[in-house]
């Protein structure tokens, strides 16, 4: 069963506003100079703002922040944003890999950006309603 897919936009502007939430300043998520001088193609997303976003969509799909039993990703490569007012927009899918006899649910996630990869191995376990 797959999950209705959640499309979220990330502009510079939301890099900055997850900067001073976190605490990290990191330049390379706000200047494009130093991002490039470091051999990045350009400014990229915090990994964790990206994993913040995708645990967003999972706590959307099982109905409340409370029902996420586990979750866990790895970085496959950076999300990139454009120093424009469209910034640029990360996909979340999921499939249902098993419902278990005590009522929890086990996710695959996929969350891609411009068609690709993001996260890899990235899966959630929910309590299921009811």
């Known amino acids: ?36 001088k470091v051999g990045l193609p350009g400014v990229i997303a915090h990994g ?3 994993m913040a976003l995708v645990g967003r969509a999972v706590t959307e799909w099982s109905g409340a922040p409370d029902a996420v039993v586990d979750y866990s990703v790895r970085f496959t490569r950076p999300v990139l944003v454009p120093d424009d007012d469209e910034g640029t927009e990360i996909e979340v899918a999921a ?33 299921t309603a009811g």
Request: glycine share 6%; charged share 30%; hydrophobic share 40%.
């Open 95 to 127: 499939v249902v890999r098993e419902v278990t006899e005590d009522g929890l649910t086990r996710l695959d996630i996929t969350a891609t950006c411009r068609g690709e990869k993001v996260l890899s191995q990235a899966r959630a376990t929910v309590r």
């Open 48 to 50: 964790m703002f990206t």
């Open 1 to 36: 069963m797959e999950l209705p897919t959640r499309t979220f936009r990330v502009t510079r502007a939301d890099l900055v506003r997850y900067a001073g939430a976190s605490g990290d300043f990191n330049p390379i998520h706000w200047s494009e100079r130093t991002a490039t």
